[in-house]
């Protein structure tokens, strides 16, 4: 006797099911990668120049501080005028910041291996961290400038501005020049590198 129809397919093997793709395990190592190194390099500064300091005052942001020689005089200028101290800013985001960094790169480790929706649970962190880190930047920015003093010495002499974060910005008599550092650079490249690992590729007849 004939047997009619086409016979059924064997079963995949759960281990061949659930195998990683190199590919995608390189890309989230190396993110994991760039964001640890992150926390030790610096992610902005912002230079300020006027007539009595033609050669510039520098305050570097880093995921912890501000640093750099500049800071104590910055922070004189600024008390005339009524403006916090630099590192009075974002306490609370500097406090989390680098257990936050770690934890999102052991995440992505983690996520090489499920191929559901949690492996963009695990990952968007990293996606939007950088995202995260200009917004919050920005809105200290002008918290900073435009919640001043007004007991300080020289407040009458300015009015509420916010500090221009990227490019060239003038406040009074000081020009200033803001760009982002190699730390803010390699965690954008980490989030680059994540978002390619969640966008869907066939090989072989299957989605990856």
């Known amino acids: 006797m004939t047997a009619t129809g ?3 397919s064997a079963p ?3 281990t061949q099911a659930r195998r990683v793709s190199p590919l995608i395990a390189v890309l989230l190592v190396a993110s994991a990668v ?3 190194v ?3 390099l610096p992610w902005w500064s912002i230079t300020m120049w006027a007539p009595q300091y033609p050669q510039g005052l520098t305050a570097t942001a ?3 501080e501000i640093v750099g020689e500049d800071v104590a005089e910055i922070d004189e200028l600024n008390h005339y005028i009524g403006m916090m101290k630099l590192n009075d800013a974002a306490k609370f985001e500097r406090s989390i910041s680098v257990p936050m960094v770690i934890a999102m790169a052991v995440l992505l ?4 291996w499920p191929r559901n929706w949690l492996r963009w649970v695990l990952r968007l962190p990293t996606v939007i961290f950088p995202v995260f880190f200009l917004a919050d930047l920005k ?3 002008w918290y ?4 001043l003093d007004p007991n300080a010495a020289l407040r009458s002499t300015i009015s509420a501005f916010t500090p221009t974060m990227l490019g060239w910005g003038k406040v009074a008599q000081f020009h200033t020049y803001g760009w982002l550092q190699a730390g803010f650079w390699l965690a954008l490249a980490a989030a680059v590198l994540t978002l390619l690992t969640l966008i869907p590729f066939r090989r072989k007849g299957r989605t990856a």
């Open 34 to 36: 760039l964001l640890l």
């Open 62 to 64: 880093t995921l912890t």
């Open 109 to 112: 480790v983690i996520s090489i």
């Open 12 to 14: 995949v093997p759960a």
């Open 6 to 8: 086409s016979a059924p």
């Open 38 to 40: 992150s926390i030790r």
């Open 139 to 141: 809105l200290w920015l």
């Open 144 to 147: 900073a400038g435009n919640h």
